[in-house]
């Protein structure tokens, strides 16, 4: 599994973002033993006064059962510290194994700008 935290700005052709934000790249295929890691570093994220908001690019990320248990951990890390994390470039794979299961309504997904969603969807 591929990961990186970057903060605000991002990449060429990345919308500006509040510089509060954090951005958590997760991608490739996520292991069981990936997720208590994943975990601690948003908890470390979000007991960082520095941070605002937290986004996790999940561009990369192979949808599988596995990857929607760390999103929903990553959600409830998240809303136990009384916050919340956004998904960012979730493809329509992914958003329908999120919809299906019914953690679309507990792990958002990024609006893109225009009101559409992310990946053609």
Known sequence: MAERDETAGGGPGD????????VVAVGGRVRPGDVPG??????????DPAVGAVVCDVGGLVPDAVALEA???????????????????????????????????????EVEPDGGRPGGG
């Open 15 to 22: 919308r500006p973002e509040d510089p509060r934000t954090a």
């Open 71 to 109: 999103l929903a951990r990553l959600q409830l890390a998240a809303r136990r510290r009384g916050r919340r994390v956004a998904l960012r470039n979730a493809g329509p794979d992914l958003r329908a194994l999120l919809a299906v299961t019914g953690l679309a309504d507990v792990v958002p997904v």
């Open 38 to 47: 994943l975990c601690a570093r948003l908890r470390a994220l979000l007991d």
